[in-house]
Nanobody, 121 residues
Framework: QVQLVESGGGLVQPGGSLRLSCAAS????????MAWYRQAPGEQRELVAS???????NYADSVKGRFTISRDNAKNTVYLQMNSLKPEDTAVYYC???????????????WGQGTQVTVSS
């Protein structure tokens, strides 16, 4: 009913930048919170940043001042601008949307397929 498509991952040197995007399509009435998570090998998935429909943001301490989350409600898209990247930012990044469907008018969580970010020289 809802599909999330991520893009923008890749290989970057330490200190570099990347911009991730995640766009939703399907039977969408509204999208509450949009968020980015990441999971490094052998680690649990962790919240990186989130943004509400009204634009309130929340960041993990490890990325504050380096990453910026934003959204375009008209395009059902969330972005993650990542600057000053460090090797410890290496992980698979996933987007998660809390979506209200047109059919049920009930919220459900949907995940993207994940995109690899590798920070290495």
């Amino acid at each position: 009913q809802v599909q999330l498509v991520e893009s923008g991952g890749g290989l970057v040197q330490p200190g570099g930048s990347l911009r991730l995007s995640c766009a939703a399509s399907g039977r969408i009435f509204n999208i509450y919170t949009m968020a980015w998570y990441r999971q490094a090998p052998g680690e649990q998935r962790e919240l990186v940043a989130s943004i509400t429909h009204g634009g309130s943001t929340n960041y993990a301490d490890s990325v504050k001042g380096r990453f910026t989350i934003s959204r375009d409600n008209a395009k059902n898209t969330v972005y993650l601008q990542m600057n000053s990247l460090k090797p410890e930012d290496t992980a698979v990044y996933y987007c998660k949307f809390t979506v209200v469907l047109t059919i049920t008018h009930l919220p459900n969580d949907y995940w993207g397929q994940g995109t690899q970010v590798t920070v290495s020289s």
